[in-house]
């Protein structure tokens, strides 16, 4: 702890902030500090302590002291921890909250998780090293006029002039993300329109429907594959309105329908297989249900997973499902029915659940 120096956190010139985690306490060697609950900033050139509490409270040491680094596991009632090793205290060194210590070597304890990515992005810029390129494009600079001379840029004016360019960015995406069921909308509303045109005239039996209107009707349903649609006014609505919308759901599953509830699709769903139709409802033993093709085998699913888990060494449910490009939950299902047959084991900790191969089967 002797190292750090006392900051006002702002970052310097050329300096980049590359990540920031709550939550974090310092420890000096083995001993517990004062500083519990912190903020630390990883910058290109700097590890920074922030208090939670007390922004004014902000500690640094300079990357360049850094010897090596490693990770401690989470214990039971402990956090899991980076030890960063130090250089001896400089000659030069500013004050700072300690002027001694018995350690060489320093602790963060992150308390609310998030020190795997932490620990990789440490390792990517003690790696780089940009702090050694900025010494020598400004050879003329001593640490005295670097001192006198330095011009903060960002702090935390910048931090969250970045948050709100992020945050924009964000809400471009969203709304680009909508204009499409913008447009859905739209032409539901032309279709609602027109559908209640034709159903006030049969009504009232004022006037007749008009040659325009039902091509324009029938367009609306052909655009979206629907050449005669399964409606409860045509079909009522018990088992022979489940069995035809089953038999449409098989032929257009993707395409826009009339609006149904849950409990339709689900009965609908059911019928399938008595239908003989080529899609079938899957429910796995957690209660997850898909729509899967009848020709679907299963074998060929575990065996697929157990190939991926056994060439990574291990994955989670949402690395597995990254790699073969299908959803978190029914990438879990997958690794669960492969480990429901004895092909794969777990490991369920803090971390998450990962799935390995289970090596009792292959070796002796």
């Not at 970052?11 to 902030?17: D, F, M, N, Q």
Request: with cysteine.
């Amino acid at each position: 702890m002797d190292r750090f120096v006392w900051t006002n956190g702002l970052l310097e010139i050329g300096e980049t902030l590359v990540i920031q985690q709550r939550g974090v306490r310092l420890y000096d060697g083995d001993d517990k500090t004062k500083f519990d609950m912190g903020v630390a900033l990883l910058s290109t050139h700097r590890l920074i302590w922030r208090d939670q509490k007390n922004s004014e409270c902000c500690i640094a040491i300079p990357l360049s002291q850094v010897v090596f680094f490693e990770e401690q596991a989470a214990g039971i009632g402990k956090s899991a921890k980076i030890i960063v090793h130090l250089h001896p205290v400089p000659a030069n060194k500013e004050s700072g909250p300690y002027q001694t210590s018995k350690f060489p070597y320093i602790k963060l304890s992150f308390r609310e998780h998030g020190q795997i990515e932490f620990f990789r992005r440490l390792s990517e810029v003690m790696a780089m090293k940009q702090w050694e390129r900025m010494a020598v494009s400004e050879p003329g600079r001593t640490n005295s006029g670097l001192q006198a001379g330095r011009v903060r840029a960002v702090g935390i004016v910048g931090i969250e002039r970045k948050l709100e360019e992020k945050r924009k960015e964000t809400d471009k995406n969203i709304s680009e993300a909508f204009e499409d069921l913008s447009k859905l909308i739209e032409k539901a509303k032309e279709m609602v329109e027109l559908s209640k045109s034709i159903a006030n005239k049969i009504k009232d039996k004022q006037g007749d429907i008009t040659e325009d209107e039902t091509i324009r009707f029938k367009s609306y349903l052909l655009s979206m594959g629907i050449a005669n649609p399964v409606t409860r006014e045509t079909h009522g609505s018990g088992t022979q309105y489940h069995m035809q919308l089953a038999n449409q759901l098989a032929q257009i599953l993707q395409t826009p329908l009339e609006l149904l509830s849950p409990e339709d699709l689900v009965n609908a769903c059911k019928m399938f297989e008595a239908r003989k139709l080529p899609l079938r409802l899957r429910i796995f033993d957690s209660g997850v249900m898909v729509v899967e093709l009848q020709s679907y085998n299963e074998e060929e699913m575990i065996t697929s997973a157990l190939d991926s888990v056994s060439e990574k060494g291990s994955l989670t449910a949402e690395e597995f499902a990254k790699l073969v490009g299908i959803s978190v939950l029914l990438a879990k299902e997958r690794l669960l029915m492969a480990e429901k047959i004895g092909r794969l084991c777990r490991d369920d900790s803090v971390e998450g659940l990962r799935f390995y191969p289970n090596l009792f089967l292959t070796q002796n």
